[in-house]
């Protein structure tokens, strides 16, 4: 659990200064907002709405970041804005990080971009095509996002780069960003969201925000044939007939105990299954083998990913791992090997 207070220049770049909850602050790379920054605690309601974005109301962070044992690093200046919005006779407050994760979709690749300047014009631009001015999105992170059927990327820089207030939005990161801050100006409009969080002393803290769609209430300043009246954040056909909140389970033995967790000697055989076949080399963030004891103990109680414990990240972190194992194969062949491991084990007993 941590909480960005805001961004300082280090080493001639722009970074994020980051409170853990043991009160240590540290440093880290914009890369990182898309996963760190807001607290991570399991989620006890979640609340679909539709809101206007002019109804958010920027306020203090203290009742906020106290909740969760955290603490203002600046006397009398809040340098990441939380905006207060009431809907359903609740009160929620909604972190800025939040609400930008939501908006730079997808978050990972979009947002630490957002915060140079002119990042709209580097990642699509104006062309005509067939005697019609379109908006061309040609960024190379795009070409990833496009295979994920679930994510709609291309429609909300369209609006973004079409739509004044939008505009007005995402350049608004960089120029928070260059007095140190972690803010953004919302855009007119109405939006369906999802609200994630938890409740508080006289509001919900929401953790996570999901964007379903927006609608502009404003129109484009470019006469181009390609904006629509809708911008969806979900690909709605794609959507369409699956039940999202389908829980995910397995058939995962465990030992005498009831507990699910690797031994040495299996982590030694299902290790190298999991590791063969990664698509990049890179270091990861959590260890493997503790993020692997949590999925495995998520899917053989079949409890939620929310409501599954991790000794290493958190619910996302699990359910990322555990789709990209899925995607490369690597997951079936190890908990098949498992399977043949312990159900020797009780063959041998």
Known sequence: MDWVHGLVVSGGELCAEVETANGQVSLMGLTELGRRGVPSAQSTIRERLDVHFHDFSPCTAYE??????????????DRHQVFEVFSGGLRYLVPALAMMRALFRPALRLLPLMFSPSALERNCRLEYVDDELRVVVDAPWTR??????????????????????????ADSVHQYAMGGLIAVDLPAGHAEVVFAGVQGASAVLVTEVRLLSVVPSDVPDLPVADWAPRIDYVNRIWAEGRNLGETVSADVPWHPDGT??????EWAVVGPILESERACKRRCQHCQ?????????????????????YTVGDWRNAATTYRNWCRRGTFTQALEALRSIRSANRFSR
């Open 64 to 77: 906020y970041i106290t909740h969760f044992g955290l603490q203002a690093r600046t006397e009398g200046t």
């Open 289 to 309: 083998r503790k993020m692997l004891d949590g999925i495995l103990g998520k899917l053989g109680t079949g409890k939620s990913w929310r409501d599954s414990s």
């Open 144 to 169: 990833f996002a496009k295979t994920q059927r679930h994510s709609n990327c291309e429609g909300p820089l369209r609006w973004m780069l079409l739509h004044p207030s939008a505009r007005k939005m």
């Open 260 to 265: 699910y967790e690797l031994t040495d000697n």
